[in-house]
């Protein structure tokens, strides 16, 4: 984003990131949030970087090509602690292929569908150029291993989501979010699909929330319409049982991770959860309250900008509709 863009940006969110600032410090203190990283390629999503000093970040990137644009922040702007973890991540400990594609994002232990690939823009980006045997850990193990439990999982291994998955059985009972690519068609040969990581997740206590942001290909170019081929997909545990176990930590990094995915309706049922069961200080809640109306509101704001555009261009594409994606 250039520095003109930057300073719009700034200028247009100046009050609320303040309110919000403001109210997401009273309630996390000195907390900090673990978030586990893995396919760090060019770092973390930009939606964690005005909450990098409450952020403990592990960022797994196996890829030699890519380790080098993981971390891009200043000494000024760093998270509060950065690991790099170069090893693959499996549902076992023991040795891996990965398949080193033409574009480094794209590279994968799965092979790419390439009949599937070749009927879009581009595809010579999965060309695999090398295969690399590599040394696999499980996330449990990393865990055990940094002495730590993640907060965060967010997951992008182009089709093997659902391997790591399974082997981060101890990860997941202490987790509260996972942020994970989930494929609707086979970009790689045999891999899992949405339904199988769905089932999964479900099946391990979190609930699907929202896909974030959804990938679609179309034949002669890549404009954002076609099918969609996969996403981005936010998972977490329930407010109500967040709040039923009266760890006033895991309330607190609860908050935070709701406000880090602009979900004011996650945060409103988590404070309406604490007032009722009355298992943390009423401040506490009153702040967790405040934080969601303050979210709500802006998000209510932009869904009605985004309906009056859509009245316009439904004059002109009847079946139009726009909807806010965090």
């Not at 967040?242 to 995915?261: E, L, P």
């Not at 069961?277 to 709500?296: A, K």
Request: charged residues 25%; aromatic residues 10%; hydrophobic residues 40%.
């Amino acid at each position: 984003m250039s520095t003109f863009k930057q300073a719009i940006k700034s200028l247009a969110t100046k009050s609320f990131d303040k309110q919000q600032s403001l109210l997401i410090q009273k309630i996390i203190g000195s907390t900090t949030i673990s978030l586990l990283d893995v396919g760090a390629a060019n770092g973390a999503y930009d939606r964690w970087s005005k909450f990098k000093n409450h952020i403990d970040y592990f960022a797994v990137e196996p890829d030699s090509r890519s380790t080098t644009s993981v971390f891009k922040s200043s000494s000024a702007s760093a998270y509060n602690s950065e690991t790099l973890i170069t090893k693959a991540l499996w549902h076992s400990e023991g040795e891996v292929i990965l398949n080193l594609c033409r574009k480094p994002m794209a590279s994968s232990i799965y092979e790419p569908n390439r009949p599937f690939i070749d009927l879009f823009p581009e595809p010579e980006r999965n060309d695999v150029v090398d295969k690399l045997k590599m040394p696999c850990e499980t996330v449990d193990r990393v865990a055990q291993q940094l002495n730590t439990n993640f907060d965060v999982l967010k997951l992008d291994v182009q089709g093997a989501e659902l391997d790591v998955l399974r082997g981060a059985t101890n990860s997941l009972a202490h987790g509260i979010a996972i942020d994970i690519e989930v494929e609707f068609c086979e970009l790689y040969k045999s891999q899992p699909l949405f339904d199988e990581v769905f089932s999964f997740l479900r099946t391990a206590g979190f609930e699907f929330i929202d896909f974030t942001y959804i990938y679609r290909w179309s034949p002669n170019t890549y404009n954002g319409l076609g099918q969609a081929t996969f996403s981005d997909a936010l998972f977490m545990r329930t407010p109500e049982r967040i709040a039923d176990s009266g760890d006033s930590v895991m309330i607190a990094k609860f908050a935070m991770i709701c406000a880090v995915y602009e979900r004011g309706d996650l945060l409103l049922r988590l404070g309406n959860a604490c007032k009722e069961n009355r298992q943390i200080d009423d401040e506490t809640t009153n702040r967790i309250i405040e934080l969601g109306q303050l979210v709500s509101r802006r998000n209510a704001r932009t869904q009605r900008q985004l309906d009056r555009v859509t009245k316009v261009i439904r004059l002109f594409h009847p079946r139009v509709r726009a909807h806010i994606v965090h």
